[in-house]
């Protein structure tokens, strides 16, 4: 199916900024002897900020925000490459891990799902290209480039990943893999379980921009979510329209983008590498995608990303329950076809 297509919309150097809105007011509702009030905390894991929003008692409150907490820094000493303690490390650093966790299962065979769904739009051996450019490959010549990239590339694949019960190898010498695509995600559809099995029946947690909700807000409200460009542009601010807002209960929303982490000073080879060229993915601007989990969200707005709005937004129809919103190279806007369900 084509996408729905929106012209015309100017959006200079933009930057989407996930705004979560949401109710100050504490009460929301009384049940017998029960009252739940607001209670909000931010601290900062995974390489960002992570806040969490419940409704529940008084007394019970701090024991189920730490408990949220902690799953996140649970899966993120499983799964970030920064900690030589963690699975992942130990997995790039020895080629293999014997007696793995459930949840570094899981995130591999996920990772391997979405790799195939995506036609390897999504992978996470693209390690040894990404050490490529941290190691300052855009200094050098366009031959080099491709020359270095080209090796680089016979160890990308995510098919080379071997899951046997609990152990995981690859299957060749040299790969290495970057759970970063999904761990955010994955960490927090994890501490949402952790909060709905003490009963709580609204929340939200929102970790760097990947947001998931449980059941509405206050007094029935769904949750609303802002994509907005909080900065324009000085030389083209007046032609800069707003972005939607969505509107949604038991969702999940990420964005991906090209404004946020750059490897050169110039700011010309962005961190979204495309797995199949070895280069930064140049299709498009930024890529939300709504998912029922934050997982899917998170892995999905990076594979679109790279796949560009054609192939991408085929995807994102072909799949129950995503929605997506696209922004193109060209800051043309398009947007799948149940998305406006969400929009308020």
């Not at 601290?43 to 008084?58: C, F, P």
């Not at 996920?110 to 190691?135: A, M």
């Not at 280069?279 to 998912?291: M, P």
Request: with cysteine.
């Amino acid at each position: 199916m084509s996408p729905a297509h929106i012209k015309g919309i100017s959006l200079f150097k933009i930057l989407l900024v996930i705004f979560v809105i949401i109710s100050f007011l504490p009460v929301i509702s009384s049940c017998g002897f029960r009252t739940l009030e607001r209670f909000e905390e931010t601290r900062e894991m995974m390489g960002t900020y992570v806040t969490i929003i419940i409704y529940a008692e008084r007394q019970k409150a701090p024991e189920i925000t730490d408990a949220a907490f902690s799953r996140i820094q649970e899966i993120s000493d499983i799964a970030s490459i920064y900690d030589p303690e963690s699975q992942i490390s130990e997995l790039n650093r020895q080629g293999r891990i014997e007696g793995a966790s459930w949840e570094m299962v899981e995130l591999v065979n996920l990772s391997k799902k979405y790799y195939q769904v995506s036609g390897g739009s999504f992978d996470i051996t693209i390690s040894p290209v990404l050490r490529l450019w941290q190691e300052g490959l855009w200094k050098e010549s366009p031959e080099v480039q491709q020359e270095k990239i080209g090796k680089a590339l016979e160890l990308v694949g995510s098919d080379m990943i071997i899951i046997e019960g609990d152990s995981i190898y690859f299957a060749a010498e040299g790969m290495s893999a970057d759970l970063g695509g999904i761990a955010k995600g994955y960490a927090v559809d994890q501490s949402l379980e952790v909060i709905a099995g003490y009963g709580v029946e609204s929340a939200l947690v929102n970790a760097g921009g990947d947001v998931s909700t449980l059941g509405k807000k206050a007094a029935g409200e769904k949750w609303m979510v802002e994509l907005d460009d909080p900065y324009g542009s000085d030389d083209d601010k007046t032609e800069t329209e707003p972005l939607p807002s969505f509107e949604f209960e038991d969702m999940a929303v990420a964005t991906s983008g090209n404004y946020y982490r750059y490897y050169d000073p110039d700011r010309e080879v962005h961190h979204i590498t495309d797995p199949h060229t070895g280069y930064s993915a140049d299709k498009c601007i930024s890529v939300t995608i709504i998912a029922s989990t934050c997982t899917e969200a998170d892995v999905l707005a990076t594979a679109v990303f790279v796949m560009g709005p054609g192939q991408g937004m085929e995807l994102v129809e072909e799949m129950e329950g995503v929605e997506a919103l696209i922004i193109d190279n060209q800051k043309n806007i398009y947007h799948s076809s149940g998305l406006f369900k969400y929009i308020k």
